[in-house]
């Protein structure tokens, strides 16, 4: 009885240390507007480089004229509008991001409003 019950108890600590780590979803924040601009950006920092994996993208849309488009552009084939227009206000969507090269713009204003990010 006593195997069984620290069995029990060692698998229920696993569980513990282990739930936690596969639920933390790291954070990317993009923002378009109010102006003509677009950010991407982790713990205050442009993004330029993230590993492989999940994130969650929190998007900020302050312009009823600007959208937030992901898109893979090496590597893949991935393309996701996160905001339309004339949305306004934040969406949180998660994304499981491949090795490549990625594009961040707002649809309307491609040309000028982008940024790039690879992922290893």
């Not at 739930?19 to 102006?35: C, E, I, L, N, R």
């Not at 991935?78 to 649809?107: D, I, M, R, S």
Request: charged share 15%; proline share 4%; net charge positive.
């Amino acid at each position: 009885m006593k195997r069984i019950t620290l069995g029990l108890l060692a698998m229920a600590l696993v569980a513990l240390v282990i739930a936690p780590a596969q639920a933390a979803t790291p954070k990317v924040v993009g923002t378009v507007g109010p102006a003509f601009t677009i950010t991407l950006t982790s713990a205050g920092k442009r993004v330029t480089k993230l590993k492989a994996g999940k994130y969650t993208f929190v998007v900020a849309d302050k312009a009823s004229i600007h959208s937030f488009v992901l898109e893979q552009v090496s590597g893949g084939k991935f393309e996701k509008q996160l905001t339309t227009v004339p949305f306004t206000g934040t969406k949180t969507v998660t994304v499981t991001l491949n090795k490549g090269k990625w594009k961040y713009y707002c649809a309307p204003h491609e040309s000028s409003m982008f940024g790039f990010f690879t992922v290893t």
